[in-house]
């Protein structure tokens, strides 16, 4: 079995040779921001979000953090910190996942099947439960305002996110200080 270090430079390595537009944060691999396309076939579709992404040392025995920083509107994403409810990252990780797993299956399929009985975002898990044509109105909206390629350079650098959040934590820790939430044009 190779090392942790290794896999990790491996699983880095095989992201950025993908589809994926992958930018490090302080030239290092445990860190870094990717180009995130909404899935085809959803109310996602066009959309381009940054997803943060946080390799603990102990990466892929460890999950990595997943967050998104430019809004988006689903129920188990949390709308102003962007962390992300999605039990195959948080609770049931495996090492036999990879990165190209999260940004080719999990994430894609968080955004066609959204879980509203176990939400971040009550308002869109209440929205979608109630009214489903407002709620589909809502996501193409922020879609429209904060998922689209010319809004990604108004995502704010590392140097004015000084949060040390787990995106992926599965619980609300935003602040008013959190990417998501300065991202309003």
Not at 28 to 37: C, S
Not at 104 to 123: G, I, K, M, R, T
């Amino acid at each position: 079995m190779s090392s942790p270090g290794k896999r990790r430079d491996m699983d880095v390595m095989k992201l950025m040779m993908s589809d994926h537009t992958v930018e490090t944060i302080d030239d290092g691999i445990t860190e870094f921001n990717v180009k995130f396309h909404g899935p085809k076939e959803s109310l996602y579709e066009g959309g381009v979000w940054q997803i943060r992404v946080k390799l603990p040392d102990a990466y892929p025995y460890k999950h990595p953090s997943i967050g998104f920083l430019n809004k988006i509107f689903h129920p188990n994403v949390d709308e102003r910190s962007g962390s992300v409810c999605l039990d195959v990252i948080n609770q049931t990780w495996s090492p036999m996942f990879d990165l190209l797993n999260v940004f080719e299956v999990f994430l894609p399929q968080l955004l066609l099947y959204p879980n509203p009985s176990d939400p971040l975002n009550e308002a869109a898990a209440s929205l979608m439960l109630k009214d489903r044509i407002q709620y589909e109105q809502k996501v193409k909206e922020h879609c429209k305002l904060y998922a689209k390629e010319e809004i990604q350079e108004n995502v704010p650098s590392e140097e004015e996110d000084s949060s040390d959040d787990d995106f992926s934590s599965g619980y609300n820790t935003s602040s008013d200080d959190e990417v998501a939430g300065d991202a309003d044009p």
